[in-house]
């Protein structure tokens, strides 16, 4: 059991750097998970960015099967990925945060 004053500490600690996953740290499962996302994305870099554009490609879906985007959202959430292409074409993170929350 985690104790509270671990929490409180770890929670103040996100709040003074940027870029610390605080569910990894409490949930393994969630830092697998999340780097199974990094890799499907940093591996496919930028061919990801196309098939983004062009609604589908295996890339994408790699992508999404890490992160367990469910597959009757993926229609919508490559359409969101799009609107905020510009975001990903400059920051890969941003993508997998983005592909993280979408599955939940």
């Not at 061919?47 to 609604?55: A, K, M, N, T, Y």
Request: glycine share 12%.
């Amino acid at each position: 059991m985690i104790r509270p004053m671990l929490v409180a500490a770890l929670l103040a600690l996100g709040a003074c750097s940027q870029g610390l996953d605080i569910g990894a740290l409490i949930n393994p499962a969630e830092a697998q998970r999340r780097g199974a996302v990094e890799v499907a994305v940093k591996s496919a870099w930028p061919g990801i960015l196309g098939e983004i554009e062009v609604g589908s490609g295996p890339n994408l879906a790699r992508a999404m099967d890490a992160a367990g985007v469910p597959a009757q959202d993926r229609t919508a959430r490559v359409i969101q990925l799009r609107g905020d292409l510009g975001l990903y074409e400059a920051n890969p993170a941003a993508l997998t945060t983005a592909l993280m929350l979408y599955g939940g």
